[in-house]
């Protein structure tokens, strides 16, 4: 089989949102769940995480984090080399687009019955250029009240929290 | 007979690509560059205004993105974006000069949570006109409902640019209204009564 300059096979990234921040470039879709939702794009990036009411946030949906979450990748013959290409071809804030040159195959989320978390937790993505394929999977996942959770927060006694 | 296993089993997988293959492919996207409509039937992914092109939606359906450049104006009268059985998103993103008026517009709702976002992009001058009563607008989120009674719910980016574009216009809600008429109609015939 000749390869030549062709990279073959699926390169696949595991992307595991405990309820943190993303969201977009190209078609985009949303991760659910039952105190906030995010605008993910197809590249896995993201700029777009609301949260919204539960016991301990008592108010409505607003935006979370002022981040972005974002990946790149390198190989010998990206069209970016000697530096990495972005996976997404376009930054929400500030604006700027990557020139990569990926295109998207699919991308959409559903709930997983298996997942315990209520709502759209679970997407698949696929996006491509003419030398790799790339392949991600998200997952909402509920670490439980009081937990670790990227989200810590001091309460007014000093003490530090980590709660939906 | 391993001949025609081997087949078989060729046929199967090969069912099995096509079924995978329809289930990513997308519809189509569509650039204007001059007025048109997008109405019942229609379905894109994408669709892109330009230059001063006036663009109306009376149906059909927009499953991914919507921008406008330019001076362009986009009338939303009916029809629907994002498509919540995929999980699909949509934004609405106005560049440059661009209007966008909303009379109605499914933007899809799951979980209580709205799947379309709308926003002016950084540095642009965009306009968004909301038609409808009962809005309801926490910075982040926008409720409301649109003249015909129906109730929508979208997704507004909270940057400066978009803040200041949006213009709500309130259309009287059918009780209202019809409070209002019967209080204009008991004041012609008091006034008949009077002459």
Redesign the interface.
């Known amino acids: 089989m000749k390869l030549g300059k062709k990279l073959s096979g699926t390169i696949s990234l595991y992307f595991t949102l405990i309820i943190c921040n993303i969201v977009y470039g190209f078609n985009t879709f949303t991760l659910t769940f039952p105190c906030g939702y995010a605008y993910i794009d197809a590249a896995g990036y993201a700029d777009k995480f609301y949260w919204g009411l539960s016991p301990y946030h008592p108010h409505g949906y607003h935006e979370l984090l002022s981040g972005e979450w974002g990946a790149a990748i390198y190989y010998d013959g990206n069209p970016k080399a000697p530096k990495a290409m972005w996976l997404t071809d376009y930054f929400l804030a500030p604006p700027w687009p990557t020139y990569c040159d990926f295109t998207v195959n699919s991308y959409r989320a559903w709930e997983d019955l298996n997942n315990p978390v209520v709502g759209y937790d679970t997407a698949h993505s696929v996006i491509s250029n003419n030398q790799v394929e790339i392949t991600i999977d998200y997952e909402i996942a509920d670490l439980g009240d009081g937990n670790f959770s990227p989200l810590m927060y001091h309460e007014q006694n000093g003490t530090i929290s980590g709660k939906r | 007979m391993r001949e025609l296993l081997r087949m078989g089993v060729a046929g199967v997988i090969v069912l099995g690509l096509a079924s995978v293959c329809l ?2 492919s997308f519809p189509p996207s569509i650039d204007f560059q001059t007025d048109g409509i997008i109405e019942d039937g229609n379905t894109f ?2 669709v892109r205004v330009f230059d001063d092109a006036m663009v109306s939606m009376t149906g059909g359906n927009i499953k ?2 919507l921008e406008l450049y330019n001076t362009s104006i986009f009338n939303a009268e009916g029809g629907a974006m994002a498509d919540t059985s ?6 609405i993103t106005l560049f440059d000069n661009s209007i966008i008026n909303l009379y109605e517009l499914d933007g899809g709702v ?2 209580g ?1 709205p ?1 379309t ?1 709308i926003e002016v ?3 642009a001058n965009g306009q968004i006109h909301f038609y409808g009563y009962g809005f309801q607008f ?4 926008l409720s409301g409902y649109w003249d015909n009674g129906s109730s929508f719910l979208f ?1 507004i980016r ?2 400066l640019e978009t803040r200041e574009a949006l213009e709500f216009h309130e259309i009287p809600e059918p009780a209202t209204f019809g409070i209002l008429t019967i209080g204009f109609a008991i004041l012609q015939l008091t006034r008949k009564s009077y002459k």
């Open positions: 289930a990513d992914l994408n991914g993105d995929m999980g699909w998103s949509s934004r799951a979980y949570i799947f976002h992009a950084s540095g926490n910075g982040d989120v997704s909270s940057n």
